[in-house]
């Protein structure tokens, strides 16, 4: 079985994330999606969630594509995840191109284009400026 891994907040979950999901799970049979926590994403990604990371976890526990997901505490968890579930493939969106590749001494690391035109930031601005 293929396992492949992917890490995000995934705040207000919209369609870029589905079809980053959807494109990750291709890689392999298994996805393991690592949720960043509300502490993780407002001490160290100055991000204040609208969900918190329990309803985070229950939207992407209903989407096909995900098998588990797990938390993501730290920027330095990914290479002990990778080993710990035994991942073959790591992936993100490319906003995030080159930035893993050092886990490239672990499992295959893959950069999916993100979808245009959609952010969690965008959404948020829409709304306010109705
Ligand atoms: N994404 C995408 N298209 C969009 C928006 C997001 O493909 N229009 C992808 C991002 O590239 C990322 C994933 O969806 O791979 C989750 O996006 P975020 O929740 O914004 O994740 P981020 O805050 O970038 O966290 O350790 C890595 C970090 O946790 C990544």
Known sequence: MKRVITYGTFDLLHYGHINLLRRAKQHGDY???ALSTDEFNWNKKQKKCY???E?????LEAVRYVDLVIPEENW???????KEYHVDTFVMGDDWKGKF????DHCEVVYLERTPEISTSQIK???YNK
């Open 55 to 59: 309803k985070r976890k229950q939207l």
């Open 51 to 53: 969900f918190d990371y």
């Open 76 to 82: 330095d968890q990914k290479v002990s995840d990778v």
């Open 31 to 33: 996805l393991i999606v």
């Open 101 to 104: 590749d050092f886990l490239k």
């Open 125 to 127: 601005n829409d709304l």
